[in-house]
């Protein structure tokens, strides 16, 4: 039994596809399903049933499943290990994380990280919606939301703040909301990953949340950010989509009278191990890359920024 072999086997299994897992293993599909072949062989049993459609994993298949994730995770612990004790940084990392944050922030702090340790093989996915990091196979997820299940492993980076913004001339031409139930009867610019079309506040100690009336739905941050810019409406955005705006004058911040409620940025962890080295060195870059507060804050003159609260 040839450990890439266990390696494609546990590869497809999380996949639940041949081209899947080895767009993962960045090998070309007829060596993953050769590897799988081989190793079926070996062991003298078929362990995935194939179709036309899809794949499902036999009765051996699961029964072999747990323990070939072991090996394939202590033998890249191992590998890491040496790595680390040479003093290097090798081998693979697969990160998935959202849009926005990736493309203005995340991806020039990896890409600097990257720089020092070429030896690393990133690959990062980006996709808004929340991935379990176990179930898809990556080594770490960065996410955005006020809290996360306590019974995942997290590692809090920074804050991630929002503020209602409007451009200068929807200002002139609607007024500014100065209270929550006027800011009801505002246009609004909606991020439609947000669901529903609530906009939470934290007035003193408790969350308050307002039904805005979208007219317009956009599934995009820095979108939504333009369509503000451009006159649409009010928009409700994180501090790292609109800071740049809001220094050039292009929005103007709105206080009706509540602090946004605060969010912060997580690299959720798979449960079932020890970080590796390498992981644990990107998210420390992260960290000190964005600072706390973040970087993206600077010069920003919003009184509530000047508010500490540690990640749940």
Not at 52 to 76: H, P, Q, V, Y
Request: charged share 25%; aromatic share 6%.
């Amino acid at each position: 039994m040839k450990l890439d072999g266990v390696v494609a086997f546990v590869a497809v299994a999380e996949t639940g596809s041949i081209s899947d897992a080895a767009r993962r293993l960045r090998l070309a599909k007829s060596v993953v399903s050769e590897r799988l072949a081989e190793l079926e062989r070996s062991l003298g049993a078929t362990l995935i049933h194939r179709t036309t459609r899809k794949l499902a994993l036999t009765e051996d298949g699961l029964s072999f499943l747990e323990r070939a994730k072991r090996i394939a995770g202590e033998a890249a612990e191992a590998a890491d290990e040496l790595s680390e004790r040479r003093g290097l940084m090798s081998g693979p990392l697969r990160i998935n994380a959202p849009y926005s944050l990736s493309n203005m922030h995340l991806g020039p702090a990896l890409y600097s990280f990257l720089a020092r340790h070429p030896e690393i093989n990133l690959t990062l996915e980006l996709e808004d919606r929340f991935v379990d990091p176990s179930a898809a196979g990556f080594d770490a997820v960065f996410r955005i939301a006020p809290e996360l299940d306590t019974h995942i492993a997290v590692r809090p980076i920074t804050t991630s703040r929002r503020v209602l913004v409007a451009s200068p001339a929807y200002i002139a031409a609607h007024g500014a909301p100065q209270s929550l139930a006027e800011l009801e009867q505002h246009r609004a610019v909606h991020f439609t990953d947000r669901s529903p079309d609530d906009w939470v506040f934290r007035d003193g100690g408790r969350s308050v949340a307002v039904r805005v009336a979208p007219n317009v739905r956009i599934n995009g941050c820095e979108s939504v950010r333009d369509a503000v810019v451009a006159g649409l409406g009010v928009g409700f955005l994180p501090t790292f989509i609109c800071g740049p705006a809001l220094r050039s004058g292009a929005l103007v911040s709105i206080d009706v009278g509540v602090d946004p409620d605060i969010n912060h940025i997580f690299a959720v962890l798979p449960g079932d191990f020890r970080p590796k080295a390498k992981l644990r060195a990107l998210i420390d870059h992260v960290c000190e890359a964005f600072g706390s507060p973040p970087y993206w804050e600077a010069g920003l003159d919003l009184p509530w920024l000047n508010q500490t609260v540690a990640a749940k």
